[in-house]
């Protein structure tokens, strides 16, 4: 079982840079980049909310399952 991230296609959807979401969300850049090469170990819920917000999406826009 694996969760793959897509915060790279969301953004890249919405012109959004790593910079103007760090602003919007209140993340460290190095966090968020982890998070969006899938490195992260975890997110917490009100950071996956301020990102969502932050990108007008839902949090199965950002992330999908997949049963390896």
């Not at 790593?18 to 209140?26: D, F, H, Q, R, Y």
């Not at 850049?29 to 917490?44: E, I, Q």
């Amino acid at each position: 079982m694996k969760i793959i991230v897509r915060l790279d296609r969301v953004m890249a959807d919405r012109k959004m840079s790593l910079n103007e979401l760090s602003e919007k969300v209140g993340v460290t850049n190095v966090n968020l980049s982890m998070l969006k090469t899938g490195k992260a170990k975890g997110v917490r819920f009100n950071t996956l909310a301020a990102i969502c917000k932050a990108l007008d999406c839902q949090p199965g826009d950002i992330m999908e399952y997949i049963d390896e």
